[in-house]
């Protein structure tokens, strides 16, 4: 089966850290251009990341560039996002998703607050 799983999602006080994992299955994802989507209540999905395949380019929003690290492990055919400096406005749910596809996990909640 095809799917994206993702993990890593918590509280954290602002300033604080975390690390989400999108474990995927059914493909080989280093073979895809991948992306981190987050959704914060009440607004429309919001491009956090990309990494592309092959190469693994990667490009970021400006809102989390400085702070977010998009990577992946082949070898566990898992993508990551590192957030470092998290600030209240990155609460959000982040999932991964396949890009040029309907492809995507169901998400990890990440809350951001004192």
């Known amino acids: 089966e095809v799917q994206l799983v993702e993990s890593g999602g918590g509280m954290v006080q602002p300033g604080g850290s975390l690390r989400l994992s999108c474990a995927a299955s059914?493909?080989?994802?280093?073979?895809?251009?991948m992306r981190w989507v987050r959704q914060a209540p009440g607004k429309g999905p919001e491009w956090v990341s990309t990494?592309?395949?092959?190469?693994?380019?990667?490009t970021y929003a400006d809102a989390v560039k400085g702070r977010f690290t998009i990577s992946r492990d082949n070898a566990k055919n898992t993508l990551y996002l590192q957030m470092n400096s998290l600030k209240p406005e990155d609460t959000a749910l982040y999932y991964c998703?396949?890009?040029?596809?309907?492809?995507r996990g169901q998400g990890t909640q990440v809350t951001v607050s004192s």
């Open positions: 998703a396949r890009v040029t596809s309907q492809l």
């Open positions: 059914g493909f080989t994802l280093s073979n895809y251009d």
């Open positions: 990494i592309t395949f092959g190469r693994g380019y990667t």
